[in-house]
C-alpha cells in the first residue's frame, strides 16, 4: 500500500503497472464495472504512463438499477439475490467487456459499510474478469473501515486480473480471500 498527500491508503500502483503491461504486450485491452469501488480500479489503472494504450475505459455503476441498464445484469438476477452477488460480479465483467468492446473486463460489487446490504455483512465483496474464453469470481472478506474495505477491493480485482493474465489456460478458478490473502475454500468461477 502508498498513501497519497491526502493520508489515506490506496493500492500499491504496481499491481496495476502489472496488469497493462501484460495488457500491453498482449496486445489486449481492459474494460472496467465498477460498483462499491466507485472508480478506484480506474483512477488506480490511468494513475499508470501509458495506461491508454490498453485501458478502454469504465462505467461506475452504484446503483442497482444501472448494473441492468448499462452493464445487461439480468434484472431478475438483481431482484432475487441483490446486487452483493458472485454471479452478478461474472455478468457486471462480461458485460462491460461486451459494451466497451475491450478484450477483458474486471468488476467489483460488495459491501462497504457502514451497514449490512442485501443481507451480506460488511465487507463482502466480489471481485470478477472476464476474458475472451473465460470468466473467474473471487470472494473476498475483508475487514477494516469504508475506506480500507475500498481499497482492498481495488487491490484484490488488480490482482485478480494478473493473475488472470499471466495464467497460460486462462483465469484461475475462484478462490476465497480474506483480507486479500488466499484462503484453502474453493469456490467455482469458470463457465
Known sequence: MTTPEDGTSRPDASVAATALRLLTRR???????????????AAELTS??????????????????????????????????GAVDPDVARSMARGVRDR?????????????????????????VYVAVAGPSHAAVVPLTLSGDRSAIRVAAVRGALELLVDALSAPEGPPSGEARENGKAKDTEQPGSF
Do not use: I, N
Open 100 to 124: 466497451l468492446g475491450a478484450t477483458w473486463g474486471l468488476a467489483t460489487t460488495g459491501v462497504a459499510g457502514p451497514a449490512p446490504q442485501d443481507g451480506k455483512p460488511v465487507g463482502t
Open 48 to 81: 499508470v504512463p501509458g495506461a491508454s494504450s490498453a485501458f478502454a475505459g469504465s462505467v461506475t455503476a452504484y446503483a442497482t438499477r444501472l448494473k441492468h441498464e448499462l452493464l445487461g445484469v439480468d434484472a431478475g438476477l438483481l431482484a432475487d439475490r
Open 27 to 41: 496486445g489486449e485491452t481492459l474494460a472496467v464495472a465498477e460498483s462499491l469501488t466507485g472508480g478506484l480500479v
